[in-house]
């Protein structure tokens, strides 16, 4: 249960980091790739049952 709302939160972090404001085009890929990498981390740890 915890890791399904985990995983819904990092979704929905991801789809708010993407670059889609003028002012934050220049960013880059720093905010995107640090949460998918999250992302990444918690999936691997749900499908091995840690969580």
């Known amino acids: 249960m915890l890791g399904t709302i985990?995983?819904?939160i990092l979704i929905l972090l991801l789809v708010g980091a993407?670059?889609?404001?003028?002012?934050?085009?220049?960013?880059?890929y720093g905010p995107t790739?640090?949460?998918?990498l999250l992302l990444v981390i918690l999936?691997?740890?749900l499908l091995l049952g840690y969580i």
């Open 18 to 28: 993407l670059p889609a404001w003028p002012h934050s085009r220049a960013w880059g």
């Open 43 to 45: 999936i691997v740890l």
């Open 6 to 8: 985990l995983l819904i």
């Open 33 to 36: 790739g640090g949460i998918g």
